[in-house]
């Protein structure tokens, strides 16, 4: 698991005890076609199968191998097999991975849901093989002539893990996410993952989509767009996603996405009493009081960026922090270090991982 | 009033008839510091005032004057005076210009409201000098420190007026802003500007700094700040903007900007609810078919947005479309002018204006 390319300082490299070299991937969509290329521009065995081979040229001439079908995918062994394809195609491919998947395979997906995908794995017998993978990275477009590898320039993975997880599979994974792709990762159970990737993609995505919404009804909607500017492209941008795949995300997070909804439409239900009640900005009354302190309820994020802001900025990487885990209770070392803003950069062992230390809130 | 250096083919240049060159800006904030470089940029005579004169040393160095009172600047009879002070401020700066500013400035501003700001003219004895502006630009930073002219690169200004407003006025202010800063126009009153920017700004500005303030609150926010990516960070930018200024940008709002967060929360609970109905990506339940209504309803957008990108990638600017103005009733042709979706380009004549067709929807 240690680059041997770059051995730490006074470190001699340690035998790579879980490496992920030969890559397969089902999917050459945006995800799936960007991170092929990723890993091959960094020396990963790669090959690719899609649901139609209009890729398979581009891929080809990129370094990605193809085969004709996911049956041959999985035949050639890799070492992890990723599932790209979309969210609503999973059951049916797993259904056809089940029988031949070898055993030594581990497989992932790179899905924005986590829950449901396990529980259509292990429905497919395949759960002891299975480690959940979800990069954060993507953009509005779609398809491998949208692909791009630097969209995992950078990137950060969750991935998750259950108490029947297999500690090697999960160093596996990560070895392809860490030294296979260059990216950071925290890990955490299914449930974590979906809430918190509720809050911070599939709602907003869902209020992206209301947003736009809102200007298309709008009997003044030339007006509004032209006056819209940054602000409003920016809020809007995801909306801009194929409605198909936004709509899969937020079924397949559903109870999440619709608390949070709840949550946040509370929240704006009050902003618009207290406005109708009379809000100024020289005279305290309640509604006042009650803005100002909404508008101030966001600052630990604005003081976060600002930290964010100043570690991207900064020349130096911070020192890295060492997370050692054990054979027992590594899922939970592992959830709570996220908990507690942790990224894992490496493993220098399979149970010693180096990582970037937390930005407090 | 046109650009004597390109002269149209075929056309002798007319008299400008109604020119702003010299002009006075109050308050060389974000705003009033970077639309102060780039008019010196594009040649006009800019002469500035600031609360403080912290921004006067680097102001000066970029070709802008600076005077050390607002009544000195008043004084030095410009053909435009730019309040670009905060909104919060605005009572007490028309107070001090009231009794010295010369009949013939015309007296504008940059506030991201447009009816409040006529009242307090109005109420201050100045209503008949007004025309209102609102340059659509700014980001979520502040000061002079932060000015960038580029900030005014072929941006799109709305300008307000009312039955009352004086076309000639008008037509300066319209000079300035086509002519002096290189920039498109639309013009309607102050009722629809309000309306429209509440829709694509003020409120997309409260439902920010709401989605910053769930994930401030929630207990596991540091997962969730580790997950996210683009979605997120676009959502959220506004809600870094300096809280006070959103704030009060909100309130001045606030009737229009209560309605649509009305609007849009009245939305965002139907989801909830079709979420919590349950919802299928293969069964077609009648909470599915909502959902799917739903995402099908930003589609007018997402073509308005591809239509509008096909322009800009265009090499060629699109044939420009007259619009004739008449003394009766000009307010209401350039309103219609904007509802129709058109974008005034530059004045060939008093009333012979150039605009840039409408993208249909």
Redesign the interface.
């Known amino acids: 698991m240690v680059d041997n390319m770059h051995p730490l300082p006074g470190m001699a490299p340690s035998p790579i005890l879980t490496s992920a070299h030969k890559i397969g991937i089902a999917g050459l969509g945006l995800i799936g076609g960007s991170l092929a290329e990723r890993l091959v521009q960094r020396g990963r065995y790669v090959i690719g199968w899609n649901h139609n081979s209009k890729p398979y040229e581009s891929a080809q001439a990129k370094g990605i191998h193809t085969v004709d079908t996911l049956e041959e995918l999985a035949q050639g062994k890799p070492d992890v097999l990723i599932l790209a394809t979309p969210?609503?195609a999973m059951p049916v491919m797993l259904e056809r991975l089940s029988p031949v998947l070898p055993k030594a395979t581990t497989l992932t997906d790179v899905g924005s849901v986590k829950g449901q995908v396990r529980e259509q794995v292990v429905a497919a017998g395949l759960g002891s093989q299975y480690i959940g993978a979800?990069p954060?990275?993507?953009?509005e477009r779609s398809g491998f002539a949208a692909a791009d590898p630097e969209l995992f320039a950078d990137?950060?993975w969750?991935l998750s893990v259950d108490e029947h997880s297999d500690m090697s599979r999960f160093l596996t994974v990560a070895d392809m996410v860490t030294q296979g792709a260059g990216n950071r990762l925290?890990c955490?159970d299914d449930a974590?993952?979906d809430?918190?990737?509720a809050?911070?993609?599939h709602m907003?995505?869902?209020?992206?989509?209301?947003?736009?919404?809102?200007?298309?009804?709008?009997p003044?909607?030339?007006?509004?767009?032209?006056?819209?500017?940054?602000?409003?492209r920016?809020?809007?941008?995801?909306?801009?996603t194929d409605?198909?795949r936004?709509?899969?995300m937020?079924?397949e997070d559903?109870?999440n996405?619709?608390?949070?909804?709840?949550?946040?439409?509370t929240?704006?239900?009050r902003?618009?009493?207290d406005?109708?009640n009379?809000?100024?900005?020289?005279q305290a009354s309640e509604s006042?009081q009650e803005?100002?302190a909404?508008?101030?309820?966001?600052?630990?994020?604005?003081n976060?960026?600002t930290a964010q802001n100043e570690r991207q900025t900064c020349a130096r990487m911070p020192e890295l922090e060492s997370l050692s885990l054990s054979d027992e209770n590594w899922q939970q070392e592992l959830a709570d270090s996220?908990?507690?803003?942790q990224?894992i950069v490496r493993f220098l062992t399979t149970h010693e991982a180096q990582v970037l230390p937390?930005l407090s809130?």
């Not at 996220?338 to 803003?341: Q, T, V």
């Open positions: 969210l609503a979800h954060m990275t993507g953009n990137a950060l969750a925290i955490v974590i993952h809430r918190c990737a809050l911070i993609s907003p995505h869902v209020v992206a989509t209301a947003l736009a919404s809102l200007l298309a009804a709008s003044e909607r030339q007006v509004a767009a032209a006056l819209s500017a940054g602000s409003w920016d809020m809007t941008r995801v909306s801009l409605p198909k936004t709509q899969a937020v079924v559903s109870s996405v619709a608390a949070l909804l709840r949550q946040l439409s929240k704006l239900e902003i618009a009493g406005l109708e009379g809000v100024s900005l020289t006042s803005l100002a909404f508008f101030a309820s966001a600052q630990p994020f604005r976060y960026k996220a908990r507690r803003g990224q937390a809130w």
